[in-house]
Structures are given as C-alpha cells and as structure tokens.
C-alpha cells in the first residue's frame, strides 16, 4: 500500500519570504500523480499544484512549486513571497496512475503560519 | 472546476442517533467520494459513492455504520448512524474531475460533533 510521510507537523516564515514543506512517499508504482492541497480554517480543501510521475519538469502555478524527486520518492512545496493569506494546514497526497481509481492517499498535514 | 454544496455545515449530535449529510455538485460527475478527518488528523477515504450501484468502501468502513445513497450523477448523501463521540469529526465530500479524473475537488465539510 502507498504511505505519504509530511515530516514536519508545523512550519512558520515570515511575510513575503520563501517556505519550503516536505513530503515523501511509497509506492512501487511508476504511473501516479502527486497533490498539494491547502486547508485554510475554512475546512475547504483547495486544490494547490499537481504533478504527473511521468512529467521530470517540476509543476508551478504562480508563487507554488514543486521539487519532484521521482527516484528518491520526494515531492517538496515551495512557496515564493508568502503572504498571510497563505496560513493553512498543508497536505501532500498520492494518487495512482490507473485509470478510473481516484482515491487519495493523504500525509499527515503540516501547519503553516505566516508572520508579519 | 465544481462548485460542491456540502449540508450541513456542522451539527451537534447526541450518542445513538444518526445524522446524514448532503452533498451536491453542480455538473455531472463520474466518481464522489467521502472523507472523514478526525480531529487534528489528516483524511482517511470512507467510500466511493457509485451511481446506480452500492457504494465501495475501504478497510474499516462499513455499509451499516456509514450508509451511502448516490441517485444521480450530481448529488450523494452520507449518514453517520449510531453515533459515538468517536465519530465527531470532519466529514467531506469530494468530485473527481478531467478526463482521467486526476483533479479532486473537495466540498467545504461537515463538523460533526456526538455528545
């Protein structure tokens, strides 16, 4: 069965800073995808990046980008010029690759807190 | 993207009843799921909802405990029945979307707490 280890229950930066959160995984797969999802106290689950096992260019939406270390099963979130807005629990998941099995595989979330 | 509706927002149950929680998508979606998030914890996959067929569920999740009912491509329900306090958590539902279903979209949740 997969597993998705955040090692770092809380992390904090300063505003306009940059933050990086871990995330490791494992699977004896080779066609999966890779999430970020945030959390904000809201308790929606939003969407952050994407990343395709078989794509070697790391994904980036905006200020949000990924290191994507396929052989030593590695998926980091960067976060450029963090802003408050950003404050949220963090969650890397795992999904496979075969078609039509859309379950998630989640971490266990890291706390991000943005200091003015 | 879908617009997910997740009813209620948060209720507070007491021990031995039971409360079911709605979940509308305003398109047409192939797959729905339910996630429950205990306190302080990440989500743990329930079951998928499938329409017109009984609901898949994972290990440790069981058909009487957690009823699912998914009547058409746009709305599931998921009830909690019997409750303990060890069921007050966070209950979400979420639509897979895209072709191959890779992006997963997630309603706003559903507080429950059980006296």
């Known amino acids: 069965a997969q597993t998705v280890t955040q090692s770092q229950p809380e992390m904090s930066v300063q505003e306009a800073e940059t933050v990086t959160l871990s995330c490791t995984y494992d699977?004896?797969?080779?066609?999966?995808?890779l999430f970020w999802y945030k959390q904000p106290p809201s308790r929606q689950m939003i969407l952050v990046i994407r990343?395709?096992?078989?794509?070697?260019q790391n994904a980036t939406e905006n200020r949000f980008s990924v290191n994507f270390q396929k052989a030593a099963k590695s998926f980091s979130l960067k976060i450029s010029d963090s802003q408050l807005g950003d404050a949220a629990m963090y969650f890397c998941?795992?999904?496979?690759?075969?078609?039509?099995?859309?379950?998630?595989?989640f971490g266990q979330g890291t706390r991000l807190t943005i200091n003015p | 993207s879908a617009v997910i509706s997740q009813k209620p927002s948060r209720d507070i149950c007491q021990r031995g009843t039971s409360l079911t929680i709605q979940c509308q998508v305003d398109?047409?979606?192939?797959?729905m799921f339910w996630y429950r998030q205990q306190p302080g914890q990440s989500l743990t996959l329930i079951a998928t909802?499938?329409?017109?067929?009984?609901?898949?569920?994972e290990s440790g999740f069981v058909i009487d405990k957690f009823p699912i009912s998914r009547p058409n491509l746009t709305f599931s329900t998921l009830t909690v029945s019997n409750m303990s306090p060890e069921d007050s958590s966070i209950y979400l539902c979420?639509?897979?979307?895209?072709?191959?279903?890779?992006?997963?979209?997630f309603g706003s949740g559903t507080q429950l707490s059980v006296l």
């Open positions: 979420s639509v897979g979307m895209d072709r191959g279903g890779e992006k997963l979209f």
């Open positions: 699977t004896s797969e080779s066609d999966y995808y």
């Open positions: 990343q395709e096992a078989y794509k070697q």
């Open positions: 998941a795992y999904r496979t690759g075969i078609q039509g099995a859309q379950k998630l595989v």
């Open positions: 398109s047409q979606v192939t797959m």
């Open positions: 909802a499938n329409q017109g067929s009984e609901a898949t569920y």
